[in-house]
């Protein structure tokens, strides 16, 4: 149930007390991925889940926490403060409107602190979860046979999944692997951090992206996500 194209009345009847967060972020995927990548791939995958369940589904969140990355170009990103006040308050509205859980599906790993000192100061841990995508049961063993190590930004499986929703290759400038991660990437401003990783990606193998398995691990990840909120539909 797509709560933007529901009606209230829906709501009131629906059976399903589970309800979708997707969340991401707009920031810079190089060249090889859209701004909105991270969100884009969350959204999909809740969609498809709720068309799955009969589960509510709410409009994705687009903007997360992207500081690291607010030196390139079309980089939105929300400080902490805001991004945790802004889901603290959907966990309360879900609450408020009869939905018994709250799963926040993101893609992007930059949203994580916020997001659990939102889930810690509505006290709200048996109804609230959140987690990224990668974090399904099962998602990690098939997406390292699938594509071997993916790297920690514009990663060899995202640019896959987002170009088989996309329903296209979007093949970029840069063809190869992406410099290595560093240990101190959390401590770099904005600056230093473009001036290190200059095409935006960490890690990943664009050589290596195939729509194809894009397709195969989408799949995987929303029928995992349909069985964990049919494991809770059950336990009501």
């Known amino acids: 149930m797509n709560l933007i194209e529901s009606m209230s009345s829906e709501v009131a009847t629906s059976s399903s007390r589970v309800v979708l967060l997707p969340v991401g972020s707009l920031e810079q995927h190089g060249t090889e991925a859209p701004l909105g990548c991270d ?16 589960c509510a589904v709410l409009p994705t969140i687009f ?10 170009p079309g980089t939105f990103s929300l400080s902490e403060e805001t991004y945790s006040s802004l889901i603290q308050e959907l966990i309360t509205e879900s609450r408020r409107n009869g939905f018994n859980r709250i799963i926040i599906l993101s893609g992007h790993g930059g949203n994580r602190r916020s997001a ?38 514009i990663t060899t499986s995202e640019v896959s999944m987002i170009w088989n929703i996309l329903e296209k290759p979007v093949p970029g400038k840069f063809r190869g692997r992406y410099p290595s991660a560093l240990d101190n990437m959390e401590s770099m401003t904005s600056e ?6 200059p095409d935006g990606g960490v890690g990943g193998d664009m050589s290596r992206v195939s729509l194809e398995k894009g397709e ?14 049919m494991n809770y539909e059950s336990q009501q």
Do not use: N
């Not at 969100?39 to 009969?54: P, Q, R, S, W």
């Not at 230093?192 to 990783?197: E, I, K, L, P, V």
């Open 39 to 54: 969100g884009m791939i969350a959204e999909a995958v809740c969609h498809y889940a709720g068309e799955a369940t009969g």
């Open 63 to 72: 903007y997360g926490y992207s500081e690291c990355h607010k030196a390139f």
């Open 116 to 153: 659990e000192e939102a889930i810690r100061r509505t006290k709200s841990s048996s109804q609230a979860q959140y987690l990224g995508y990668w974090q399904l049961e099962g998602f990690a063993a098939l997406e390292e046979s699938l594509f071997g190590p993916t790297g920690h930004h």
């Open 192 to 197: 230093q951090w473009r001036a290190y990783f």
């Open 216 to 229: 195969i691990l989408l799949e995987f990840t929303v029928d995992a996500l349909t069985g964990m909120i």
